[in-house]
């Protein structure tokens, strides 16, 4: 799974949310911290500690499990 980076979203000073809320992440601090949950459970936003970005900052994340597929619309075929 490809790591998306915090640098890379369109406004990194503002809450990131890079996956839905029920999906399993690991995610990386800017010191290399890692963790792994729910990607609702860890806060998303962005906060400057001095002239370095807070240690709760998440600079990179990438989803562990795979989306599920999404059933056919109304009117289309498989």
Known sequence: MEWQ????SSMPWQTWRA???DAIVQI???YGDSR??????FWW????EG?????GVITRARRL???LPQPP?????E
């Open 5 to 8: 980076l915090r640098h890379n």
């Open 19 to 21: 996956f839905p809320a």
């Open 28 to 30: 990386k601090n800017a």
């Open 36 to 41: 792994i949950g729910l990607a609702g459970s």
């Open 45 to 48: 936003g962005y906060e400057d």
């Open 51 to 55: 002239a370095e970005i807070g240690e």
């Open 65 to 67: 499990d795979r989306p």
């Open 73 to 77: 619309q109304h009117g289309e075929t």
